[in-house]
């Protein structure tokens, strides 16, 4: 734990120098086991891994690319923030975790709120565990709780890994 390269991927250049949407506090097995308990789904190994690195934040490449267009833009979403474990930004916050953010802006019932959008809670994104079950390794969606009467949901990647390695500069968009 504390891996400063995270299967292949340099985590000293992934996060930017602030300490916005960083929970307080390393992240340990039973701070794991008991957010797992709370929120009732398995956390993927490769967001244990990376908020082992830094227990949430800001990442630098903070857009990922779409094949549909989005309430952001017609060809990505853009996050603002990793969710950690643990204080006021983990995704197992009574304040504005998962649980809170499903309940509070109407998203589906199908996972955890992993990333906050730059929207301020029109938009995340989640860990989606209806094709693999509370057990399995969720694939990540984009949901927009602001566009049609239902929300719409975006499928972004795979798995977390996958789409912590899509990320890509806003620089790349401002063309």
Partial sequence: ???????????????????????????????????????????????????????????????????????????????SGICGLGGQWGIDSDDLGSRFMIEEWGYPNIGIVVCSCPSAGHDAVMLDYRECGPDGEPCVIHVDVEVDDEPRITFLAQDFEAFIRGLINQEEYDN
């Fill in 1 to 79: 734990m504390g891996n400063r390269h995270w299967i292949g991927f340099d985590l000293s250049t992934f996060w930017e120098d602030s300490d916005y949407f960083t929970s307080p506090g390393p992240v340990t097995a039973e701070i794991i086991l008991n957010a797992e308990q709370l929120l009732g789904y398995r956390l993927p190994s490769s967001y244990i891994e990376l908020i082992t690195n830094k227990n949430g934040g800001s990442p630098l490449n903070d857009c990922f690319p779409t094949l549909t267009s989005t309430s952001w833009s017609e060809d990505h979403i853009a996050i």
